[in-house]
Structures are given as structure tokens and as C-alpha cells.
């Protein structure tokens, strides 16, 4: 029987079956050693926004975002000027960006090309959108932002509204362009310790939005996986049983994961449970890294429902320790993964 591709068998785990090794998914990680991904990325690139050779970032609604060395390059809006400061006055700020001449076939087409995947051998997961409470937030800060949700509900739900009309209308135009074997999604609305917001707030304000947009992979019948940082355990029953999520991602560790493992078995694969910028700090040996990887495989593979992602961002290229550490971590999981369902 011949053996199966990265893509099948991460189709089969994400479709709760038993995959015939464990899927390591590569995000950031610049460090693949050249072997197939089980998944990659594509979306429509008229919503990437403007960058400059700075690396900051200008959205299409008009936020500023910068780089910053204590987000390891990562860019975060100016938090000195939001763009909004009033959520009453959304409507003379947040203007969509005019797309009504856009091809939407020959732009997924370039997309496609740029992005270089192997169809045959890689899983195309599609998205177009980061989430509506990063939206929020980006536009007025997590103060003004968070502020509103009490104090001007109503507004807050119609830009809301605005926003998943727009995202909505252009993944319509252009999913099927794409034929993808994944619908991506997520939303950052958690911190480690705590979510922003409440349980009854999130199905007040987001969770109708995340089911309008999942509802476009359930008539393709196509997977959905969800990208939530930090402790966002209070969402699994709803992004389960109500938005349809069969992979979620980064399942840190600040969560009860293994609860949430024996609540949901193999329905949900947990893609990480392993923090990496506090699982491999200080001084580690190469048999400490090793069972660090065994232990999590124990832990949360057995049945299925679990694939490895462990992120290193390594901003120094000389920093001999830590790509000592990555290659190594890589090294273990490679052997774990590939061994862990033939025990």
C-alpha cells in the first residue's frame, strides 16, 4: 500500500481519524530541512495592504503597523495613533477599500503562483481575514477598543457587521478560485492568563461572524482550522460544535489541554501544546529536549487529534544555541512523528 501524502494524512487527522503519523505543522520556523509542509497558506493578496522597505505595514483600512524588537520583528499598530478614537464615528473612518474592477480569477491565479504549492503534496489552506476583534482593537487599542464593547454596544456591532459584510462578499468572489482543502480562520482575542472578553460577549459580538464565514467551508465540505492564541478554552465548546473547528492552533499551554483533549478526543486536533519561548529556554540537554517531544506526543496524540508546531523565531542568525535548539527540536519530532503510531 503506497504511503500516504503529507496532505492525506493531515486530511485524515483533521477529519478525526487516526493518521498514520503525526503532522508537523511549519509556520514561522525557518527550518524545514527541504520535506514537504502538510499545509500552506493562500489568500487574496489585494488585502495584504502596503508595506515599506522598513518592514512596517499600512492595512487596507488605513491602520499603521510597526515592527518592534520586543515582538521579535513582529508588527503591532502604532499604539500613539489609532486610527479610531470614537466608535460612534466608525462610519466616516472605516471606509472599504473599492474593489469593483478587481479579476478576481487572474489575481488567485498569480496568488497561486507566488505561493509555489504543491497541490499533490501540500494542503491548501485558504483565508482572508485575522479575526474581528484583532479588527477592533487594531482600529481603536485594546483600551478605547475593549471600552466600546461596554459603552456603545450597538455601534460596535454594526461595524462589526461592516466588516464581515466586506470579508464575507470577498471570500465568496474568490474561495472557489482558490479550491482550497482547508478553510483558515482565527482571531487573537485571548491574552495568556485570560480572553479579553466573556464568554456571553463572544457570542454576543463574534461568534455569529466566525459561523457566517465557517459556513462557506461547510458547504464545500471542506475542514476548518483556527488560528486563537493564549487561554481561549471558554470558546472550545462553541468553535466545535457551533463555528465546526476541526484544528485548532496554537493550543498553548496556558489552557487545560488535556481536558480539552478528553472532552473533544480526536473531533479536534490540538496543533502545538508546546510553548516554545518557555519550553526551551535556559540550558537544556539533547535527552531533556528529547523527552520534552515524547512526553507531548504522550500526552495528546494517542487516537489521533494532535499534530506538532513549535515555532522558533530566531532573529539573530549567528545565535548558535538557539539554532542548536530548533535543529534539535526539529530532529526529535521528525523521529517522533514518523515512529509514534507504529509502537
Not at 38 to 64: C, M, R, T, Y
Not at 194 to 208: A, G, Q, T
Not at 262 to 289: H, P, R, W, Y
Request: proline share 5%; aromatic share 12%.
Amino acid at each position: 500500500m503506497a504511503r500516504l501524502t503529507e496532505k492525506e494524512n493531515y486530511l485524515r487527522c483533521l477529519a478525526g481519524e487516526v493518521p498514520e503519523w503525526i503532522p508537523h505543522i511549519v509556520l514561522a520556523d525557518n527550518s524545514d530541512s527541504g520535506r514537504m509542509r502538510p499545509s500552506a497558506g493562500a489568500s487574496p493578496s489585494i488585502l495584504n495592504g502596503q508595506f515599506d522597505p522598513k518592514g512596517d505595514h499600512k492595512d487596507i483600512w488605513g491602520v499603521e503597523y510597526v515592527t518592534s524588537k520586543e515582538a521579535a520583528g513582529g508588527m503591532l499598530p502604532k499604539t500613539w495613533d489609532f486610527l479610531l478614537d470614537d466608535v460612534t464615528k466608525w462610519r466616516d473612518v472605516i471606509k472599504a477599500p473599492d474593489f469593483s474592477g478587481v479579476d478576481w480569477e487572474m489575481m488567485a491565479k498569480k496568488d497561486l503562483e507566488m505561493a509555489k504549492i504543491n497541490r499533490n503534496e501540500t494542503a491548501l489552506e485558504y483565508g482572508c481575514h485575522s479575526g474581528f476583534f484583532l479588527d477592533l482593537m487594531a482600529f481603536m487599542g485594546f483600551t478605547e477598543g475593549l471600552c466600546a464593547l461596554f459603552d456603545e454596544p450597538e455601534e460596535c456591532k454594526e461595524l462589526l457587521q461592516y466588516l464581515s459584510d466586506f470579508y464575507y462578499d470577498i471570500a465568496v468572489k474568490t474561495i472557489d478560485y482558490y479550491k482550497p482543502d482547508i478553510l483558515q480562520m482565527g482571531d487573537d482575542n485571548a491574552a495568556w492568563g485570560n480572553p479579553f472578553v466573556s464568554l456571553d460577549m463572544y457570542r454576543e459580538f463574534f461568534l455569529p461572524h466566525y459561523k457566517r464565514m465557517a459556513s462557506l467551508a461547510k458547504e464545500r465540505n471542506i475542514p476548518i482550522t483556527f488560528h486563537d492564541c493564549g487561554k481561549c478554552e471558554i470558546f472550545m465548546d462553541d468553535m466545535v460544535n457551533e463555528i465546526g473547528v476541526n484544528g485548532w492552533n496554537p493550543a498553548q499551554n496556558c489552557n487545560d489541554l488535556a481536558a480539552i483533549k478528553a472532552k473533544f478526543g480526536s473531533k479536534l486536533v490540538l496543533t502545538g501544546c508546546i510553548n516554545s519561548s518557555q519550553t526551551f529556554m535556559g540550558d537544556l540537554t539533547e535527552d531533556q529536549i528529547h523527552d520534552i517531544v515524547w512526553d507531548v506526543a504522550n500526552n495528546y496524540a494517542p487516537g489521533g487529534g494532535f499534530a506538532f508546531l513549535v515555532t522558533f523565531i530566531i532573529p539573530d542568525p549567528n545565535d548558535q544555541e538557539a539554532i542548536w535548539k530548533r535543529d534539535t527540536v526539529n530532529k526529535y519530532i521528525a523521529e517522533c512523528a514518523e515512529t509514534f503510531y507504529q509502537k
